[in-house]
């Protein structure tokens, strides 16, 4: 009895060991996805930024002539 419930409590640690491994996993691919995600973001938003310099820059030439 008391090698059985010890086995037991073996199985149960390693199930928590294998959960938070899982866990760990997870949560990292989590961040890696928000993370390629806001650089995506970024870089949208200064692509945009740049476009709207250039329109103002090639308006105000095109003005001046």
């Keep these: 009895d008391y090698y059985a419930s010890r ?25 890696v996805f928000m993370r390629i995600s806001y650089m995506t973001v970024v870089f949208f938003a200064i692509m945009k930024w740049k476009f709207t310099i250039i329109k103002k820059v090639k308006k105000r030439l095109l003005e001046q002539i």
């Design 7 to 31: 086995g037991l409590g073996d199985v149960y640690k390693r199930q928590m060991v294998n959960l938070t491994i899982r866990h760990t996993r997870m949560i990292t691919g989590i961040i």
